[in-house]
């Protein structure tokens, strides 16, 4: 089955600076990748999402790339404010309402 | 946009009790509901698919028997923990796919914080 992993497990940036997350996956059949932002005991918030037959997407201060050949993808994120302050999950699905794997989380932490 | 309403928010029991966590899709038909565990700093780790009408698909080291899933409406799945332990302990969150043709996408219950005793 698809093997998600992500890294680094916990970031801290200082408010402006950036941060970066990467994933890698392991299916050749994925092609959704989600990235969630997660609350202590909330539920996971879409912050931003990409399908295989683009290789980046932007909005606002955040955007994905994503390498198919390489399998990995990243999370980037400009302009860093407290409120980014969270866990960070990516994902893998091979679409077609099959079920998302998930990464192990990134804790980002953004520092005034 | 769709949404999952999951309840109870949160739960304590007895152990060797069992619980039930119900989750419905309000304003669309899913006929597949994902059932997710997450315990404290980890990750959400799928338990089981839920179809409507047939049976749950079980993911490896997952008991069947413990964490017993019904999907019998399009709009309504319940996974019931039965004969819950300390180490059941942990945030159950269901997710459907979302319902729109145009874009690939899931929509996640607020999940249940279920603690043992």
């Known amino acids: 089955g698809e093997n998600v992993e992500q890294h680094p497990s916990t970031l801290s940036v200082q408010e402006g600076d950036s941060a970066v997350i990467k994933c890698t996956y392991s299916d050749s059949a994925s092609n959704y990748f989600p990235w969630y932002k997660q609350e202590l005991g909330k539920r996971p918030q879409l912050i931003i999402d990409?399908?295989?037959?683009?290789g980046e997407k932007k909005d606002q201060r955040i955007a994905v790339t994503l390498n198919k050949t390489a399998k990995h993808f990243s999370l980037h994120i400009t302009e860093t404010q407290p409120e980014d302050s969270a866990v960070y999950f990516c994902?893998?699905?091979?679409?077609?309402?099959?079920?998302?794997?998930f990464g192990t989380g990134t804790q980002l932490k953004v520092e005034l | 946009g769709a949404v999952v309403s999951q309840h109870p928010s949160w739960v304590i029991c007895k152990s060797g009790t069992s619980v039930k966590i119900e989750c419905r899709s309000l304003d669309f038909q899913a006929t597949t509901m994902f059932w997710y565990r997450q315990f404290p700093k980890q990750s959400l780790m799928l338990m089981a698919t839920?179809?409507?009408?047939?049976?749950?698909?079980?993911e490896q080291g997952v008991e069947k028997d413990k964490f017993l899933i019904n999907h019998a409406s399009l709009t309504l799945s319940t996974l019931t923990v039965t004969s819950a332990h300390p180490e059941d302990s942990s945030f159950y969150i269901c997710?459907?796919?979302?319902?729109?043709?145009?874009?690939?996408?899931?929509?996640f219950g607020s999940g249940t914080r279920l603690t043992v005793v």
């Open positions: 997710s459907a796919r979302e319902p729109s043709r145009d874009r690939v996408g899931y929509t």
């Open positions: 994902a893998a699905s091979t679409g077609g309402g099959n079920k998302l794997t």
């Open positions: 990409i399908r295989s037959n683009v």
């Open positions: 839920s179809n409507e009408g047939s049976k749950a698909t079980y």
